[in-house]
């Protein structure tokens, strides 16, 4: 009889998370970072959920008023970074993300990439992905909403080096959908809603006042 050591049974993957918060809201007129929902900023309310997760370290990567965000920051366990070429696309801060985390890189298996213009983002879509991950065995795990794949999403270190040289103008969709085979999905339904414009903020609000009404 084998015995195994249950040590090893139970080892957790090492998953670090970046929130990518660089955007200029150039649609919303306003730093859509700081727009706050039920009590909260969208940039605060991701950070809370990834804090409250199993992933360690957390990263959060600042461009546009970055100063005005920073200020609002309200968490200490968390790592704020600046991406000076934020204006060149979403690719640039995803790399900032990833060299951010060089000085442990080695002991990181895997990391998630976020966003925080999402609003129903949340500690538990965060620990499936890294269950999915566990359970699948599959290096990418993305989120599934709105008949389609995307972020939040899970990269196993294979692709750190991948991340890390995306072009400019490209994100983290790019590389789920040139590994499709590689990938797991994990249902995410309100993932489909995020907040680009000043309509889509009046349709989150008209819902979250729906909601108390019927409670």
């Known amino acids: 009889m084998t015995i195994t050591d249950p040590q090893v049974e139970t080892a957790k993957p090492n998953v670090a998370i970046i929130l990518l918060a660089a955007g200029a809201s150039t649609r919303m007129g306003v730093p859509k970072q700081l727009l706050t929902f039920e009590g909260r900023s969208l940039v605060n309310r991701t950070i809370e959920?990834?804090?409250?997760?199993?992933?360690?370290?957390?990263?959060?990567?600042?461009?546009?008023?970055?100063?005005q965000i920073r200020a609002q920051i309200n968490q200490t366990s968390v790592e704020v970074i600046e991406n000076p070429e934020w204006?060149?696309?979403?690719?640039?801060?995803?790399?900032?993300?990833?060299?951010s985390l060089s000085k442990c890189l080695e002991r990181i298996d895997a990391v998630i990439l976020a966003v925080c213009d999402q609003p129903f983002f949340s500690t538990e879509i965060i620990n499936n992905l890294v269950?999915?991950?566990?359970?699948?065995?599959?290096?990418?795990?993305?989120?599934?909403?709105?008949?389609?794949?995307?972020?939040?999403?899970?990269?196993?270190?294979?692709f750190f080096s991948e991340l890390a040289a995306l072009?400019?103008?490209?994100?983290?969709?790019?590389?789920?959908?040139?590994?499709?085979?590689?990938?797991?999905?994990?249902?995410?339904?309100l993932g489909k809603i995020d907040i680009d414009?000043?309509?889509?903020?009046e349709q989150l609000q008209g819902m979250h006042s729906a909601n108390l009404l019927e409670k």
């Open 49 to 67: 959920s990834a804090i409250a997760s199993v992933c360690k370290p957390v990263v959060v990567v600042l461009g546009a008023n970055c100063q």
């Open 87 to 99: 204006k060149l696309g979403m690719g640039t801060s995803i790399k900032s993300g990833i060299l």
């Open 197 to 201: 414009t000043p309509q889509d903020y």
């Open 167 to 189: 072009r400019e103008t490209v994100g983290a969709k790019y590389l789920i959908e040139k590994h499709l085979s590689e990938v797991s999905c994990v249902p995410f339904p």
């Open 131 to 158: 269950a999915a991950y566990c359970s699948t065995g599959k290096p990418i795990v993305a989120s599934h909403y709105a008949e389609t794949i995307g972020v939040p999403a899970l990269f196993s270190h294979k």
